[in-house]
């Protein structure tokens, strides 16, 4: 069963950076595109950027374009989510997602249990 953690959450002001890594198990990394989406309170969960198996493409929800990249490292099974820029509309929990079919919106095979990203005014 694959499994995936996610870590690096937590409080930063507006304008700051935070990074969030997840950890990849139980699987073949590289078959899978990995991703990350987002949900904040009262909001339905939703895409923010993703990442082709082999790292060549990548994929941004226009609301993180040119804030957020994300990479990834095939050797220690492990995605990485670089914030910056980060507004209070950024305040959400963060969810690591991975999936063998797709690297957008659909992804949907396998969850993190999220990590909260907290951005104050």
């Known amino acids: 069963q694959v499994q995936l953690v996610e870590s690096g959450g937590g409080l930063v002001q507006a304008g700051g950076s935070l990074r969030l890594s997840c950890a990849v198990s139980?699987?073949?990394?590289?078959?899978?595109?990995m991703g990350w989406f987002r949900q904040a309170p009262g909001k339905e969960r939703e895409f923010v950027i993703s990442?082709?198996?082999?790292?060549?493409?990548?994929y941004y929800a226009d609301s993180v374009k040119g804030r957020f990249t994300i990479s990834r490292d095939n050797v220690k099974n492990t995605v990485t989510l670089e914030m910056n820029s980060l507004k209070p509309e950024d305040t959400a929990v963060y969810y690591c997602?991975?999936?063998?079919?797709?690297?957008?919106?659909?992804?949907?095979?396998?969850w993190g249990q999220g990590t909260q990203v907290t951005v104050s005014s």
């Open positions: 997602a991975a999936d063998a079919k797709t690297m957008g919106t659909a992804m949907n095979d396998y």
């Open positions: 990442i082709s198996r082999s790292g060549g493409l990548t």
């Open positions: 139980g699987g073949t990394f590289s078959y899978y595109a």
